[in-house]
Each structure stands twice: as structure tokens, then as C-alpha cells.
């Protein structure tokens, strides 16, 4: 089993470029996320979504764009990478019932450098 | 606005001394809490959630909703201990069920 699988682990992409990172799971979760890990800033919500075809955005969503046409699958794009961009990304999954109250599972994250 | 503090970006105690990281949120409603761990070169984990009411690894938090804070405390902690801990806070946010983090707290553990 699995669980939530992040693609890839590692990318230096140069400024301007774009690129898409790929999370997979097979728990047949409804809710997935994509974060943003960057030093003292803790894990930001860039987007989220709450079941196949649909997409809302987080905290932190400009830069990036996002896709769910598969339950299994959430890609998060980056059209034109800044080096604002370069940090550690993470995908979640969970299905939470009407109080929210399940356990999230994490991809091992991709580590993204924009030079 | 909901939003999850914690006020400490670094933690350091001596082994077996108690260790407690902080964690305040921001509300309006019953919101669902939990800690997670991160582990050296691991991805993040469930460490525990306030609904449980368990211990996990000698962790326990308890849920104070009239201080609104949601701690993380071990009596004795251990070397294995040390590693990043994120609060987090589950409930309805705009119309929407999310799933937030406070900025983290890496605990370090002295032998």
C-alpha cells in the first residue's frame, strides 16, 4: 500500500520555466492538499480539494494553479517559476467525516530550487 | 481570522527533563486539533488528536478551549523525541473544511 506518493522528490527548474508536480494516492480519499514548507513559516495551504473535479483555493495560492480530474491525482502547476517559489512541497490526503476529525496522510515531499 | 500559533520555533531540553510546545488557535466554532511529527529525513505523521484522548509516545495534549490552546507535553522527554512538531486545526474555514498548520516548533533533545 502506497499511501500519498509525490513526483518528483527533487527539481531545479530556472526562472520562467514551468513545471507540474504529481500526487497520487490510493486510500480513495475525497480531500487532498498541496502545502508549502519554507522556514519559519510552517506548512502553508497553496490549494486544496474536496472531491474529483473540484478545486478551491488556500492561503498562499498565486503562482500556482492546480487540477483534480482524477480522484487519485492532484497536480499542482507552476506556469512561470519564481524563485520566491523554491521550497518543499507536500501533498495530503484524508477523508474526513462531517466534524473533520480523520488523520491526514502526507506525501514524502518534493524539494523544488528556482534558480 | 482561524489561524494556529506556535510561539516557539525552537525548542532545546536535556533528556529526561519534561517538555512542553505551545499551541494556540483561533476559532469560531468546535474545531477539530491535532499535533504532528516530523522526523529527520521522514514525512510528516500523526502524532495525536484531541477527540483520542490518548497517549502516543508518552505525548499527551489536552484541548482548553477557555485559553484556547491545545499543548503538547511529555513528562521525560527522549533523544528519539527530537524533531519538528506542527499543530494543526481542522474545521470550517470560508465555506470550506481545511486543514491548517501553525509555523512548527523543532525540538531538540540534549543527551
Avoid at chain 2, 476559532?27 to 497517549?55: D, K, T
Wanted: proline share 4%.
Amino acid at each position: 500500500n502506497a499511501g500519498v506518493t509525490q513526483t518528483p522528490k527533487f527539481r531545479v527548474l530556472k526562472t520562467g520555466q514551468s513545471m507540474t508536480l504529481l500526487c497520487a494516492q490510493d486510500m480513495n480519499h475525497e480531500y487532498m492538499y498541496w502545502y508549502r514548507q519554507d522556514p519559519g513559516m510552517g506548512l502553508r495551504l497553496i490549494h486544496y480539494s474536496v472531491g474529483e473535479g473540484t478545486t478551491a483555493k488556500g492561503e498562499v495560492p498565486d503562482g500556482y494553479n492546480v487540477s483534480r480530474l482524477k480522484k487519485q491525482n492532484f497536480l499542482l502547476g507552476l506556469e512561470s517559476a519564481a524563485p520566491s517559489q523554491t521550497s518543499v512541497y507536500f501533498c495530503a490526503s484524508s477523508y474526513p467525516d462531517r466534524r473533520g476529525n480523520t488523520e491526514a496522510f502526507f506525501g514524502q515531499g518534493t524539494r523544488l530550487t528556482v534558480v | 481570522a482561524q489561524r494556529v500559533t506556535q510561539p516557539e520555533k525552537l525548542l532545546s531540553v536535556f533528556k529526561g527533563a519534561p517538555v512542553e510546545l505551545k499551541c494556540n488557535y483561533s476559532y469560531s466554532g468546535s474545531p477539530e486539533l491535532f499535533w504532528y511529527v516530523q522526523y529527520s529525513r521522514q514525512r510528516l505523521q500523526l502524532l495525536l488528536r484531541h477527540i483520542s484522548r490518548e497517549s502516543i509516545k508518552g505525548f499527551t495534549a489536552d484541548l482548553n478551549k477557555g485559553e484556547t490552546s491545545f499543548h503538547l507535553k511529555k513528562p521525560f522527554a527522549q533523544e528519539e523525541d527530537s524533531a519538528m512538531y506542527y499543530c494543526a486545526l481542522s474545521g470550517i474555514i470560508q465555506g470550506a473544511q481545511k486543514l491548517v498548520f501553525g509555523q512548527g516548533t523543532r525540538l531538540t533533545i540534549n543527551p
